[in-house]
């Protein structure tokens, strides 16, 4: 199973078709919806969680760039907040691609951003709320 947060940006032409139904139906994908919004064109944008087989999310993707929607992954849009952030640890047991690691012997966390492929597990584990969705950086909503 694989996790991974997108951002999805839905013309005018479509807003009132199935298209996420038809993801589930279709692609056999689960989804938790993070964000949804209606653009002043309106337009939509949602940011999505996908859970899914790889093959299956990549098959997904690929449906909802047919259907004109545009598909950004939010790989490259957590943030630690390092003000925020103190060491406790908890997010380095959940974090599935060691972006979040602890370092001997001082014990320090260190956030790799190169490794983070967004899957948003160490946001809610966080008690400091340190790890941050962004939908600035490189997703650019109004692309
Ligand atoms: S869980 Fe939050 S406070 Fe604890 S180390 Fe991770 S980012 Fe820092
Ligand atoms: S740092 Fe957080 S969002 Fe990035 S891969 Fe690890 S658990 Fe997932």
């Known amino acids: 199973m694989n996790t ?3 951002v999805l ?14 993801l589930v139906k279709k692609y056999d994908l689960e989804f938790n919806i993070l ?9 939509g944008v949602m940011v999505l969680e996908f859970l ?8 997904g ?9 545009t598909v950004k ?3 490259g849009n957590i943030h630690r907040d ?13 974090c599935p691609t060691g972006a979040l690691s602890l ?21 809610p584990v966080c008690p400091a709320r340190a790890m941050e969705v962004s939908l600035n950086g490189n997703v650019d909503l109004a692309a």
Do not use: W
């Open 4 to 6: 991974r947060i997108y």
């Open 9 to 22: 940006k839905f013309p005018k032409e479509v807003i009132d078709q199935p298209i996420i139904s038809n």
């Open 35 to 43: 964000k949804a919004t209606i653009l002043l064109q309106q337009e």
């Open 52 to 59: 899914g087989h790889k093959a299956n999310v990549k098959k």
């Open 61 to 69: 993707i690929a449906y909802l760039n047919e259907m004109g929607v």
């Open 73 to 75: 992954s939010m790989a």
């Open 82 to 94: 390092d003000e925020k952030c103190y060491q406790c640890g908890a997010c380095t047991g959940i």
């Open 103 to 123: 370092h001997r012997p001082d014990m320090a966390v260190l956030f790799d951003e190169a490794k983070c492929t967004a899957c948003g597990l160490c946001v």
